[in-house]
Structures are given as C-alpha cells and as structure tokens.
C-alpha cells in the first residue's frame, strides 16, 4: 500500500512554561490515507484543534514526528514551509478569516499571488474555476461584509482549495452559520472528497454532520479515545 497521506508519530504539544504547562496533544499517533473524510469530534478544550494545526505545520509540536505527503513538517524551515503548505494543504477556520477589502474574487486569487510560476490569466482562471465549484460564481466581486457567513465560508473553502492541494482541514467550518447552511457546506466538502479525491480532516462539535465522514476520531484530555470506521 502507498504511504499514508499523513503520519502523526508519538507527537505532543505542551503550551507554556513549569506550573503553567498544558498538554494539549498527549502521545498522538495516526495514519491517514490519501482520499479519506475523517472527523474529529470531543468536548471543548481536548485538543482538536491543536491537532489540525500541528497535522498541517500552523504549529510545531514539542515533540514527535508528522509527515505530509512523506514530507516532515516538523523539518522544513520557517523559509520553506508557506510553499510546502501551499502545495499540500488547506485550511478552513470557524471564523472564516477572509480579508475585509478584498472581494471574493481576489480573496481567493490572493493566496496565488505569491506566486510567480503561473501567469496572470492562468491564476484568474484557477480562481474562476474553483468559485464555480463552491457556487459563488456570481458572487465574485462582492466583499465579504456584502455576503452571508454561508457564503462567507463557501469563499473561504474556494480560497483553500485554489492551490488544488491534496488535504483539506476544516476546524468547525460550520460553527457561525445555522445547521441548514452547515449541511450545505459540507455537501460541498463531501463531494470534493468523492469527486477529487481529496483528502478531508473536519473537526466539528455537530454530530450530525459526523455522518459525512468515514471514519471518526474521537478525543477527549489532549488523547484520541476512539478511532472508528
Ligand atoms: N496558544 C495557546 N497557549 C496556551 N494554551 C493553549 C493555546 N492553544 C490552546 N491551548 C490549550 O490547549 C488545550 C487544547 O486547546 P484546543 O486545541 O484549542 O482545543 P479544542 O480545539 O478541542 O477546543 C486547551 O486547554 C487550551 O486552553
Ligand atoms: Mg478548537
């Protein structure tokens, strides 16, 4: 079987200093495959997020190993790691965190920029291409204060899938916007996982939107209590 498309091995992660030191990863370890839809469910405060940000190089853990496509993470350099995350990650936040005078257009186009290996036409098509995916087309030109926190999201998802990169995390993408408009959003989630094959961690507080997943983790004090299929 080909290497996993993620490895967590023996990872912790320990906030602050002596008396003041929180664990909030506690001996992690997992492998995912390339193409799973896996969520992270557990009560506030165990980790979750710690989790995803150490999984896709957001942190460094204090000790332990993560791999990303066979690639370190804990290894690369400060330099080299924005590209690497470029090329192999997205990340969706509850908070949406789209720049305010920006419009949808160039919010999704902005994380291309940096980039001066594709031109200009070609980076206005890719921009293009994924607003359609996530339906927000006819949007393209509105500012993030002129859309609804659905929509919001939806353009957020069309920035971190602009890159076309192989892993997609979510960190409770659903949490500010109502449960109609959450399932929306994952469908879209659900069906790039079907479709392209990629590869989705979702950590969310709704059990219901677990049902999207193939396989849950659940976590509980900075540990993984179960990992189900
Ligand atoms: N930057 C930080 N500094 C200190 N403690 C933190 C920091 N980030 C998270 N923590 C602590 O680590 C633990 C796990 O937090 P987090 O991963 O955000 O949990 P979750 O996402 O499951 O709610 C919590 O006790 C939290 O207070
Ligand atoms: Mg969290």
Not at 173 to 180: A, E, F, H, I, R
Not at 197 to 203: D, R, S, Y
Request: net charge neutral; glycine share 6%; proline share 4%.
């Amino acid at each position: 079987m080909a290497n996993p498309i993620i490895q967590v091995q023996g990872v912790n992660k320990e906030y602050g200093k002596r008396k003041n030191t929180v664990a909030a990863l506690k001996n992690i370890n997992i492998e995912i495959q390339k193409g799973e839809f896996i969520a992270v469910v557990g009560p506030s405060g165990c980790g979750k997020s710690t989790l995803l940000h150490v999984m896709s190089g957001l942190e460094a853990p204090t000790s332990g190993r993560v791999l990303v496509d066979s690639v370190d993470v804990t290894l690369i350099s400060e330099r080299d790691l924005p590209k690497v995350r470029a090329q192999k990650i997205g990340f969706v936040f509850q908070a949406f965190l789209l720049i305010e005078d920006l419009t949808a257009f160039e919010n999704v186009q902005s994380v291309l920029w940096p980039n001066d290996e594709i031109k200009k036409e070609r980076q206005e098509d890719m921009a293009l291409e994924v607003l359609r995916e996530v339906d927000m087309l006819e949007r393209r030109d509105h500012f993030p204060r002129q859309m609804s926190g659905g929509e919001q999201q939806r353009i957020a998802i069309a920035r971190a899938l602009v890159n076309r990169p192989p892993i997609l995390f979510c960190d409770e993408p659903t949490g500010n916007v109502d449960s109609k408009t959450g399932d929306a959003i994952l469908k879209i989630v659900a069906q790039l996982n079907r479709e392209k094959k990629m590869t989705v961690v979702l950590v969310t507080h709704n059990d219901d939107l677990t049902k999207y997943a193939k396989r849950v983790l659940k976590m509980k004090d900075g540990a993984i209590t179960s990992d189900r299929s």
